[in-house]
């Protein structure tokens, strides 16, 4: 079964200060991975998604993402943060060929601080 | 702005209630999904239709019942639902509807459903 750790509940940056938001994934075979943000009283939002190729990903907002094999990780990162920033931040894994299950992490409320 | 439409984007109701959530996207995707969200926790899966069938049911009460009645609408008819089954539920869609999807999913705004 496939499934996603995003281990920290919350993360807190400084505004300005580089962010990154943690994920690692346990499935059989080549994964799938997809960020989400999700904004108060809001439905979520696609930021980036690995298929295959360039371990480094480019999303909305400024957001990137690395693959990393050996890791089975695939964190969320932007270089400066801004307070617009703060949301909840969803990690997702989809196994190819599989049924269209999206397994999310639990995720992470990130707070950028003025 | 989400091009999957939800509505009502809230509704109260009573246990006895019978009332249904609507949604609808014109990106001509093919497979749809109904998730239920409890704040601040992750996305749980309830449906999903792929090429307008059922193919996930996530042992889910007869008291939510989906329907697909076009490949652009999706419906959840809700019926006698529990003060536990108060939450926000999100509807999706994405491209393709069989194995190889590498596509990811479109989620519209919600509708908050609160059962009185």
């Known amino acids: 079964a496939q499934s996603v750790a995003q281990p920290e509940d919350q993360v807190n940056v400084a505004e300005g200060n580089p962010l990154t938001v943690k994920c690692t994934y346990s499935?059989?075979?080549?994964?799938?991975l997809f960020w989400y943000v999700q904004y108060p009283n809001r439905g979520l939002q696609f930021l980036l998604k690995?298929?295959?190729?360039?371990?480094l990903v480019k999303g909305s907002y400024g957001f990137e993402a690395e693959f990393n094999k050996s890791q089975t990780s695939f964190h969320l990162k932007k270089p400066s943060a801004l307070v617009s920033d703060s949301a909840l931040y969803f990690c997702?894994?989809?196994?190819?060929?599989?049924?269209?299950?999206?397994?999310f992490g639990k995720g992470n409320q990130v707070v950028v601080i003025p | 702005d989400t091009e999957v439409t939800q509505t009502p984007k809230h509704l109260v109701m009573g246990m006895t209630n019978k009332k249904s959530l609507k949604c609808e996207q014109h990106?001509?995707?093919?497979?749809m999904y109904w998730y239920k969200q409890k704040a601040k926790k992750p996305p749980e899966l309830m449906f999903v239709?792929?090429?307008?069938?059922?193919?996930i049911n996530e042992s889910v009460p007869s008291r939510f019942s989906p329907e697909c009645p076009n490949s652009s609408l999706l419906n959840l008819h809700l019926h006698a639902l529990q003060p536990e089954d108060s939450a926000l539920y999100l509807c999706?869609?994405?491209?393709?509807?069989?194995?190889?999807?590498?596509?990811?999913?479109?989620f519209g705004e919600g509708s908050r459903l609160t059962v009185l």
């Open positions: 999706a869609s994405s491209q393709e509807g069989r194995a190889r999807n590498t596509g990811e999913l479109f």
């Open positions: 499935v059989s075979g080549n994964p799938y």
């Open positions: 690995y298929i295959t190729g360039d371990n």
């Open positions: 997702a894994v989809r196994v190819p060929y599989g049924n269209n299950r999206l397994a």
């Open positions: 990106m001509g995707h093919r497979a």
């Open positions: 239709y792929s090429y307008e069938k059922l193919s």
